[in-house]
């Protein structure tokens, strides 16, 4: 006999400025006891999949990279009736709390909304990832998290063995031997392994490209963040790093388009790259501007070790600013 899925989803909304919102959460049978192996899916009006899980043995799942809009949740289990909530995903504020009780059969559903940090994660629509593949690396990123790389690779190499199609365990890994100092070949290769496995990715493209531009062959970086910018347009760093790519091929406008973009999107992410817009703006002798991005960068980073240099630098470009002024008056 099929049942009704009774159960508390307990779901999160992370909103992250730039990556999308984090769908996130545990699903619950009639008597409290976790659901493994459900499958959660958000689908658009089209009935598109944007996003699926499959909850571990902790009843959790995972979806990450939404878009804002309206989206349909759907539960999926073997001999259970298909849940399915409406849920309208927007902005809000940091730390910002709802709730929201809705009632079906004899389930509650908990919505919550605050920021987070969570790194996000493009899934092809027919991706299903096992669920024990997501624990291992679901414990990978804990241990990543508390900086505990060695034991975070360990962890991203076994869920690689049950998966090797696993696109983010593959980036995670070379992230994680990135921080223990492992060699540059094998951490380049382990992003190659990323992006083939998931082209669709941008923070994959994104890691590649930074590798790119340490060998100084930013024609190529330009390309493959170019890729990334084209999956998702509003990732500030990729904005970022496609600035400072410019930069280094002297090309200003471009530029000065993308690192003001990046800017916009993330001002605390792009702290460091208002130097990069400063020089910029002196070999352009606009030496007001240069100031100005000087003063951010000093009002947005206090105990920044380079504050007595820019401190200098501006000084310098205040008396050359004078000093035009003067001459213009003349």
């Keep these: 006999m099929v049942r009704n899925i009774i159960c508390i989803w307990s779901l999160l909304f992370v909103v992250s400025g730039v990556y999308g ?32 899980d499959y909850t571990g043995k902790d009843g959790e799942y995972r979806i990450f990279g939404l878009p804002e809009g309206r989206f349909t949740v759907e539960a999926k289990k073997h001999g259970l009736t298909t849940y399915n909530k409406e849920i309208h995903l927007t902005g809000a504020s940091n730390n910002e709390i709802l709730k929201e009780d809705i009632r079906y059969a004899e389930a ?30 679901q414990k990978g990123m804990k ?5 505990k790389f060695k034991k975070a690779g360990k962890w991203f190499e076994k869920a690689l063995k ?67 910018l084209a999956i998702d347009p509003n990732i500030a760093e990729v904005n970022l790093l496609l600035g400072k790519a410019y930069y280094r091929k002297g090309q200003h406008g471009k530029a000065e388009y993308y ?12 702290r460091n790259f208002r130097i990069t817009l400063a020089n910029m703006y002196i070999q352009q002798d ?14 947005e980073n206090p105990y920044s070790q380079k504050q007595k240099e820019i401190k200098q630098m501006i000084d310098d470009l ?11 008056m003349e």
């Design 21 to 52: 919102y984090t769908l996130e959460g545990h699903v619950y049978g009639p008597n409290d006891e976790v659901l493994e192996d459900v499958l959660v899916q958000v689908l658009d009006e089209n009935r598109t999949i944007l996003g699926r």
């Design 286 to 299: 606009r030496l007001t501007d240069a100031r100005d991005q000087f003063k951010q960068y000093l009002r």
């Design 162 to 228: 049950i998966d090797p199609s696993f696109s983010r365990a593959y980036l995670q890994l070379a992230l994680s031997l990135q921080e223990t100092g492992d060699d540059k070949n094998r951490i380049l290769e382990l992003i190659g392994k990323a992006v083939k496995s998931n082209p669709g990715d941008p923070v994959s493209l994104m890691h590649l490209a930074k590798y790119e531009m340490e060998e100084n062959n930013y024609n190529k970086a330009c390309d493959t963040l170019m890729k990334a």
């Design 318 to 328: 205040e008396k050359r600013i004078a000093i035009y002024k003067m001459e213009a």
């Design 108 to 137: 509650n559903f908990q919505v919550k909304v605050k920021s987070n940090e969570l790194i996000h994660l493009y899934l092809p629509s027919d991706y299903q990832l096992s669920s024990r593949a997501h624990g291992m690396y």
């Design 143 to 147: 241990a990543y998290n508390k900086a």
């Design 259 to 270: 690192l003001t973009q990046g800017i916009l999107l993330d001002p605390d992410q792009a």
